[in-house]
């Protein structure tokens, strides 16, 4: 019975109810507080009153098709083609712009791999060349700070 009375606080969810359960309604629908039961009406907030004006959505309920309605389903291609405006994409916008990013993507890192492979040196002598003079250094810091310590 409580889950039923709660039309005007649920709008169409809710089934429509006889008016003897009107009383009942307006007990339940104000949060279920005891004071409400006994005390007199009150103004409706602003929000009660738009969801009480608020339209709802046909049902189907006792709906019945025309006798002489055309089925939607049976149309031929041209009528379809004259209804979408031309043909349909062969594919769709959301494949095209994933190809696209993917695409662009695809370029960039080939552009970073061949930047890359342009500027790899020929050889690496160079490599073993500064090893060897930061080995020298090295050890002429060191030689200094021995130097240092001994006087």
């Given at each position: 019975m409580?889950?039923?009375?709660?039309?005007?606080?649920?709008?169409?969810?809710?089934?429509?109810?006889?008016?003897?359960?009107?009383?009942?309604t307006a007990a339940f629908c104000h949060r279920g507080f005891a004071s409400t039961t006994n005390s007199a009406p009150r103004a409706m907030e602003t929000w009660e009153e738009v969801e009480l004006h608020r339209p709802r959505a046909p049902t189907l309920e006792g709906y019945v098709r025309p006798v002489g309605a055309p089925n939607q389903s049976d149309i031929t291609r041209d009528q379809y083609h004259q209804f979408m405006l031309g043909k349909p994409a062969k594919y769709s916008v959301e494949l095209?712009?994933?190809?696209?990013?993917?695409?662009?993507?695809?370029?960039?890192?080939?552009?970073?791999?061949?930047?890359?492979?342009?500027?790899?040196?020929?050889?690496?002598?160079?490599?073993?060349?500064?090893?060897?003079?930061?080995?020298?250094?090295?050890?002429?810091?060191?030689?200094?700070?021995?130097?240092?310590e001994a006087k």
């Open positions: 409580m889950r039923h009375s709660l039309k005007r606080c649920h709008g169409a969810f809710a089934p429509r109810l006889p008016a003897a359960t009107a009383g009942v095209r712009n994933f190809l696209m990013g993917l695409g662009v993507v695809s370029f960039c890192l080939a552009e970073f791999a061949f930047t890359v492979y342009k500027l790899k040196p020929d050889d690496l002598d160079w490599v073993d060349e500064e090893r060897q003079r930061a080995a020298a250094a090295k050890a002429r810091i060191e030689a200094k700070i021995q130097a240092q």
